[in-house]
């Protein structure tokens, strides 16, 4: 027995140390196989990681790159924005601007049709002035109204010559007779209704300062022929335009 366990003890310590050399080297394998496994997993997963971080990175930039261009086109539309209502602005200016002209054109043409229009009035009522300036000089000249008080007296003969006399006796002399002078006849006048004698007419003429006078005068003279009932028809006109 002990030279069995002394052989076996020979035999066993090669046996051994094959054993520990091939457990050693199955061990160094299988721990080169579990580095490589560990290995690989970590490649692996770094290279996920990896491909996670550069699709993060991927996506950010283009969150960030849309980000930015929505935020240029933002910016460009507020410019244009701000653009659009400042030529806006300018365009109301313009207008506003126009308006006023416009209507201050229109101002100075009405003015002016105005200033024209007086003009023309003025000129028209300065040649109606020297016109009447003219005819006044001229009625002047003969001692016709309005440089003196006038009355015209037309009717048969006696009649006249009794309102005449009547004037004179009241206004003694400031007032000047003129006439009679034969009234010619309407050669278109009715003949059934022509006077039987030729009428006469009398101008009867005062200063100016009597024209009151000769009108009361006149009145009185034609108030004494009513009251006398007389039938035959004076006619009396103070101032007349025209004469004959």
Same mark, same amino acid.
């Given at each position: &027995?002990?030279?069995?366990?002394? #052989?076996?003890?020979?035999?066993?310590?090669?046996?051994?140390?094959?054993?520990?050399? *091939?457990?050693?080297?199955?061990?160094?394998?299988?721990?080169?196989?579990? !580095?490589?496994?560990?290995?690989?997993? #970590?490649?692996?997963?770094?290279?996920?990681?990896?491909?996670?971080?550069?699709?993060?990175?991927?996506?950010?930039?283009?969150?960030?790159?849309?980000?930015?261009? @929505?935020?240029?086109?933002?910016?460009?539309?507020?410019?244009?924005?701000?653009?659009?209502?400042?030529?806006?602005?300018?365009?109301?200016?313009? =207008?506003?601007?126009? =308006?006023?002209? %416009?209507? =201050?054109?229109?101002?100075?043409?009405?003015?002016?049709?105005?200033?024209?229009?007086?003009?023309?009035?003025?000129?028209?009522?300065?040649?109606?002035?020297?016109?009447?300036?003219?005819?006044?000089?001229?009625?002047?000249?003969?001692?016709? +109204?309005?440089?003196? =008080? &006038?009355?015209?007296?037309?009717?048969? +003969?006696?009649? *006249?010559?009794?309102?005449?006399?009547? !004037?004179?006796?009241? @206004?003694?002399?400031?007032?000047?007779?003129?006439?009679?002078?034969?009234?010619?006849?309407?050669?278109?006048?009715?003949?059934?209704?022509?006077?039987?004698?030729?009428?006469?007419?009398?101008?009867?003429?005062?200063?100016?300062?009597?024209?009151?006078?000769?009108?009361?005068?006149?009145?009185?003279?034609?108030?004494?022929? %009513?009251?006398?009932?007389?039938?035959?028809? *004076?006619? *009396?006109? @103070?101032?007349?335009?025209?004469?004959?």
């Amino acid at each position: &027995m002990p030279l069995l366990h002394s #052989t076996l003890a020979q035999v066993s310590a090669p046996i051994a140390a094959i054993i520990a050399f *091939v457990a050693l080297a199955v061990g160094v394998a299988a721990g080169f196989a579990l !580095v490589r496994f560990l290995s690989g997993q #970590t490649i692996a997963k770094a290279r996920r990681e990896a491909e996670e971080i550069i699709s993060r990175a991927q996506a950010e930039a283009q969150t960030a790159s849309e980000r930015a261009a @929505l935020e240029a086109e933002k910016a460009i539309l507020e410019r244009k924005e701000k653009f659009e209502a400042e030529t806006e602005a300018t365009r109301n200016e313009l =207008r506003e601007t126009e =308006r006023r002209l %416009t209507k =201050r054109e229109d101002l100075l043409d009405k003015k002016l049709e105005s200033f024209t229009a007086k003009e023309e009035a003025l000129t028209k009522a300065t040649e109606a002035l020297r016109a009447r300036e003219t005819k006044l000089a001229a009625r002047e000249e003969v001692g016709f +109204p309005p440089a003196v =008080r &006038m009355a015209c007296v037309e009717g048969p +003969p006696a009649a *006249v010559a009794s309102l005449v006399e009547h !004037v004179e006796q009241q @206004l003694g002399d400031a007032v000047e007779a003129l006439g009679p002078v034969e009234i010619e006849p309407d050669p278109k006048a009715d003949p059934r209704t022509a006077p039987e004698e030729p009428e006469e007419r009398v101008l009867l003429r005062v200063k100016r300062t009597d024209g009151k006078a000769l009108a009361t005068a006149l009145h009185t003279a034609q108030a004494a022929r %009513t009251a006398r009932k007389a039938t035959d028809v *004076v006619r *009396v006109q @103070l101032d007349p335009p025209a004469i004959g």
